[in-house]
């Protein structure tokens, strides 16, 4: 079975500064999906970012970037120009690209507590 | 484009009492559709998904049910809650085409068992 740590139960960043969120994974599969989600105070869980793990380049979506590391099991989320509407909670998230046609969810981290400090 | 709407947000029910969560899907045909629960300060736990009508896996054994009556509507159910049904409960749908292998979530629902 997969397993998804994430060893920064919080994390805290000045407005406008950046700050790396660390992830790691288990897995002996080869292809593979992970993600970043972010759960605001309302709870919704949004997505931030995707990585294909075919994919060498890392993927990036505005703000949001990813350090992708496979022989590691690494996959770190970087926010630049940190804002205080990204204060929340994030998770790491894994998926086997060899999910039954989509039958299966995903494997998650415990998360990381994001303060942005004004 | 999708959307996915689960209620009511807020729920309180005594012990005993029935539960009846909604989550529908608008824009897409035949998704996979999820239930999640996160109880305080832990992480998402999987509990039902569907690939079709009237198709339902559960992945932990326990006190709810799920049904899927029709194509893009999900429901999460119990007859009697437990103090230990309490949780935040997500709803999800995968993705299609590109994004095939994303699941996008639901606003959720708070449920409080007194």
């Known amino acids: 079975a997969q397993t998804v740590t994430q060893s920064q139960p919080e994390m805290s960043v000045q407005e406008a500064e950046t700050v790396t969120l660390s992830c790691t994974y288990d897995?002996?599969?080869?292809?593979?999906?992970l993600f970043w989600y972010k759960q605001p105070p309302s709870r919704q869980m949004i997505l931030v970012i995707r990585?294909?793990?075919?994919?060498?380049q890392n993927a990036t979506e505005n703000r949001f970037s990813v350090n992708f590391q496979k022989a590691a099991k690494s996959f770190s989320l970087k926010i630049s120009d940190s804002q205080l509407g990204d204060a929340a909670m994030y998770f790491c998230?894994?998926?086997?690209?060899?999910?039954?046609?989509?039958?299966?969810?995903?494997?998650f981290g415990k998360g990381t507590h994001l303060i942005i400090q004004p | 484009s999708q959307t996915i709407h689960q209620w009511p947000a807020t729920l309180v029910q005594p012990v005993g009492s029935p539960l009846s969560l909604e989550c529908t899907v608008e824009?897409?045909?035949?998704?996979?559709l999820y239930w999640y629960r996160q109880a305080a300060g832990r992480g998402l736990q999987l509990l039902f998904y569907?690939?079709?009508?009237?198709?339902i896996s559960s992945e932990v054994p326990q006190n709810l049910s799920a049904s899927r009556p029709q194509d893009r509507q999900f429901i999460l159910s119990s007859k009697k809650l437990l103090l230990s049904d309490s949780g935040f409960y997500l709803c999800?749908?995968?993705?299609?085409?590109?994004?095939?292998?994303?699941?996008?979530f639901g606003e959720g629902s708070w449920l409080t068992v007194v």
């Open positions: 990585q294909e793990a075919y994919k060498q």
């Open positions: 999800a749908w995968n993705g299609r085409g590109k994004a095939g292998n994303t699941i996008y």
């Open positions: 824009g897409t045909s035949n998704p996979n």
């Open positions: 897995t002996s599969e080869s292809d593979y999906y």
């Open positions: 998230a894994y998926r086997s690209a060899d999910s039954g046609g989509g039958a299966d969810g995903l494997t």
């Open positions: 569907s690939v079709g009508i009237g198709q």
